[in-house]
């Protein structure tokens, strides 16, 4: 659970970084017209390189170029080197989108966090408000109180209300 008093992200974007950071990724999409998307089931079923295939894939094409009286000619060993070298240039930009998206999203995490932890800890202060009889207090917590209902109501659970304030 995060801690109310450790604020590790204190930041908003301007409208200004939010349309640059767009439109620095549209222009990778752009840039890589030919970019193409994949179903589930597509993804699940291709095959995929890895650092074993990768080595396979190499000497399969070493052995289709110095045979080529026995490969079909279907079997385009430049096209196949063209997919290879296309996979490792895209491997360089894919570990970098990986760790921007991965730093995009805990960002996210964080600041979301911090926003609903510190949330829950007024909702807190306001349902012993209201417990407490401080005017005004119980109709906010009435109103913040439905985002619990249905919920329980065990200790276990940070997300529920205080359970004595079932008066």
């Keep these: 659970m995060a801690n109310i008093l450790a604020n590790r992200v204190s930041a908003t974007l301007t409208p200004e970084q939010i349309a640059e950071t ?13 970019l193409v998307g994949l179903t589930k089931d597509e993804r699940k079923s291709l095959a995929k ?43 360089e930009i894919v570990k970098l989108s990986n760790q921007v998206t991965e730093s995009l999203r805990d960002t996210q ?31 906010v917590y009435d109103d913040l109180k439905k985002r619990f209902e249905g919920q329980g109501g065990g200790a276990a659970n940070s997300e529920t209300p205080l359970s004595a304030n079932k008066n």
């Design 109 to 139: 995490i964080i600041a979301g966090s911090e926003a609903y932890v510190s949330a829950l800890t007024g909702y807190k202060f306001i349902a012993a408000s209201a417990k407490g009889g401080v005017q005004g207090a119980k109709s």
């Design 22 to 34: 767009k439109a620095a990724l549209l222009k990778v999409r752009e840039t890589l017209p030919f």
């Design 49 to 91: 390189i890895s650092t074993v295939n990768r080595s396979f894939t190499e000497s399969a094409i070493a052995a289709i170029s110095s045979n080529p009286d026995i490969f079909p000619l279907y079997l385009d060993v430049k096209e196949i080197r063209t997919d290879l070298t296309l996979y490792d240039q895209l491997d």
